[in-house]
């Protein structure tokens, strides 16, 4: 059991990911796609981002 006064002090961490980047980059491949410039399928890592609160 934790009082209110403990459960304040807990950190937080969450990813970010670069949700602008991720549209365009998916936008341009869909369109090679469709265009057929591409005919196999990639594998694409965006990086996150972590982010630490407290």
Do not use: C, F, Y
């Not at 090679?32 to 890592?45: A, D, F, G, P, W």
């Amino acid at each position: 059991d934790a009082t209110p006064t403990t459960l304040d002090d807990i950190p937080v961490t969450w990813a970010s990911t670069p949700a602008r980047e991720l549209g365009t980059t998916l936008a341009d491949r869909m369109m090679q796609k469709i265009t057929h410039e591409e005919t196999h399928s990639r594998n694409l890592i965006i990086p996150a981002r972590l982010i630490a609160a407290k």
